[in-house]
């Protein structure tokens, strides 16, 4: 959140006092499933071939804080938010000291982590009365975790397919 007051077409549900300063996206529950979403991104990233594969949420709850952080996503072809596309920080994970902490996820293995990314949400509690900041939601490849061929040895091909980690040429005059 790059301009204090701007929620860039984010959306609360069930959250009281949501602002934007400094950066962050901050409020305080105020219902049983409170969430701060966003649907429909025009372009997001795109998640096939193993890019796109990581998930970083900078996140501060209270020390007190009972409860597991809930992610859920929807790509274009299984838009929307659902039970079977969650991605859950259990309560065990999540330091009780009331400070920013960042959680990075794998989400590779993901069964419907494909396609192109379109809608993320965030629940960041399940009680009344929590109060709870987010810094940044990134979705990205982590650094050095991309393949990078070596081209100089390798013939001119008009066929090749690359992935993040592997690459397949070939030649249409050989078998």
């Keep these: 959140w790059n301009s204090a007051g701007n929620l860039e077409s984010w959306t609360t549900s069930q959250v009281t006092s949501a602002t934007v300063s400094g950066g962050s996206l901050s409020g305080t529950t105020s219902g049983t499933d409170s969430l701060v979403s966003r649907s429909n991104f025009g372009s997001g990233p795109d998640l096939d071939l193993g890019f796109n594969d990581s998930l970083e949420l ?75 900041a987010i810094d940044y939601l990134r979705v990205g490849d982590l650094p050095g975790d991309v393949y990078l061929p070596n081209t100089t040895d390798q013939p001119v091909t008009a066929y090749e397919l690359s992935s993040k980690h592997f690459r397949f040429i070939w030649d249409a005059n050989r078998a």
């Design 58 to 132: 900078r996140m501060q709850v209270p020390a007190s804080y009972a409860d597991n952080i809930e992610i859920y996503y929807g790509t274009t072809t299984t838009t929307g938010f659902s039970g079977a596309r969650i991605i859950t920080i259990p309560n065990a994970t999540i330091p009780k000291d009331g400070g920013f902490h960042t959680y990075r996820i794998d989400v590779g293995p993901e069964p419907w982590w494909r396609a192109t990314l379109r809608d993320l949400r965030v629940d960041p509690g399940n009680v009344s009365g929590v109060a709870f």
